[in-house]
Every structure is written in C-alpha cells, then in structure tokens.
C-alpha cells in the first residue's frame, strides 16, 4: 500500500474541483437545523445502490469536505452513494451535533432512490475518529464504520455496539502515532460488543491508498441478510 504525504495530499485535493457533479441540498432535521449535503452517485444508479456518509474532519466545514472527498470519490466509482455532510456551526459531528447524523441518514435514505440498508459512516484521520465516535453513539442507525486512520477519543465511553461492523486500518509508520493505540482502540471496541476488522498497514504514513480488494470484501459481508 502506498503512502502518501498529508500535506501534499492535502494541499492537492484543495485544488481538484471535487464537488463538480455533485447535488447540493439542504436537508432540515428535527429542531429546524439545516444541514448542508454535497451528494454524489454513480454514474448507474440503482434501487440497490448503498449510500455512505463521508465524515470531513477538521470541523466538517466545505474546504475539508473538499479536501478529503478523494475516498468518497472511490467509493463512488465503485458504485456507493456518498452524503458529505457540512457542520452547520463549524464545530464537527463528533459533540453536540452527533445526533443530526442519524437523522440526515434517515431523511437521505427516503428522499434518494437508494438500497433501504442502512448507511456506512466513512472518515478518514479526524473524519475517521468523528465516524468512530458518532457510531459508537448511534450503533443502531449504522451498518458499519470505515476509519482510515481514525481514533477512539480519551473521552469515549462506548456501551453496547451489538455486533456493529468496525473497518480500522491505521499506517504502521503513521505521522501521530496512532499505530500505537490499535491493540487497546480493538480490545476496547470488542469489549463493547463490536465486531472489529483492524490492522496495521505496513510502511504506511497517517494517509495511505486504501486495498480496495480487502476492503470491498468487507463490504459485501454488510450486505449479508442479517448484518
């Protein structure tokens, strides 16, 4: 797998037009909040098309959205549909505005001609600690987690996951040493019941191309009844 600087990764995908092609709507919640979605589909859409939420990190503000839309941009060409929600106080999804996640997902899955199953939370780096700690929030209004890297936060108290599926790759030589806290983050989100796909990947920084063939067969055990 190969790695890739965040910095220049970063700065580069600022400079790619990610959100052409993309609708732009408003989606209002319970409580009147209006949440902005960049969605983007397939080329074919099907009634069985699956939709993912891409958590941004940073905030959740447009220009992270932006930036990191290079994995929902691969989860696209593979036939997903990607919601990129944008924080509507600039604050992120991870605290107070956790709860607007199930909702929007809710409301994506009736307005949109889209597979009834239950959406994937996807992040990556912060993006993929706000997706861990909005799941572990909302276990039930999930079919699983993508974290690529991400990170429990100190301030985590998972409960019941009930067999939620957890996807966590982290680089082996990553920049803020996440590496280190694989074996406790999978002992502690096993210990709440998830069920965790974590691994190293080897000679890996803190953003890395993903193995789509690992990865795609992970997905499809989503799709299995009764998961």
Known sequence: ????????????????????????ETVTVDGGTDVKVLFFEPK?????????ILIPGGGSNTFMARAQFWLGKEFVERGWAIAVPISPDRTGFAGDNAGLLPQLSAQLLTTHSLSQQKPLLVG?????????????????????????PGRLQEEARPQALAG??????????????????????KATL?????????AIVPDARHVFQLDWDNLESWLASLQQPGL
């Open 1 to 24: 797998m190969k790695s890739v600087s965040p910095l220049l990764l970063l700065l580069w995908l600022a400079l790619v037009p990610a959100q052409a092609g993309a609708a732009e």
């Open 44 to 52: 074919t859409k099907r009634e069985s098309t699956h939709l993912a």
């Open 124 to 148: 990556i780096s912060s993006g993929g600690s706000d997706a861990l700690t909005i799941a572990l929030k909302y276990p039930s209004a999930f079919s699983g987690v993508v974290a690529t």
């Open 164 to 185: 939620l599926p957890v996807y966590l790759r982290i680089g082996e030589r990553d920049d803020f040493r996440w590496n280190r806290q694989l074996d406790d983050m």
């Open 190 to 198: 096993l210990d709440a019941g998830g069920k965790v796909d974590a």
